[in-house]
């Protein structure tokens, strides 16, 4: 479960900086396309670390 989270933790870090490159680096369409993919990519990996998160109970 923790090599999981590392592997997400890292692909998140990976498409935000490849996200944030790629609006400097490319135009039109190819800036497009890599844009949506990474930008998915961030959302799916944040939204299944938040979903493993422990939960702390009282």
Same mark, same amino acid.
């Given at each position: 479960? *923790? ?7 890292? $692909?998140?870090?990976?498409?935000? $900086?490849? *996200? ?9 369409? #190819? #800036?497009? @396309?890599?844009? @949506?993919?990474?930008?998915?990519? $961030?959302?799916?990996?944040? $939204? ?11």
């Amino acid at each position: 479960m *923790n090599a999981l989270k590392a592997a997400l933790w890292c $692909v998140l870090a990976l498409a935000a $900086v490849v *996200n944030a490159f790629t609006s400097l680096a490319f135009d039109g369409a #190819q #800036q497009v @396309v890599l844009s @949506v993919g990474t930008g998915t990519a $961030v959302i799916a990996s944040a $939204v299944v670390l938040f979903l493993m998160r422990e939960r702390r109970r009282p």
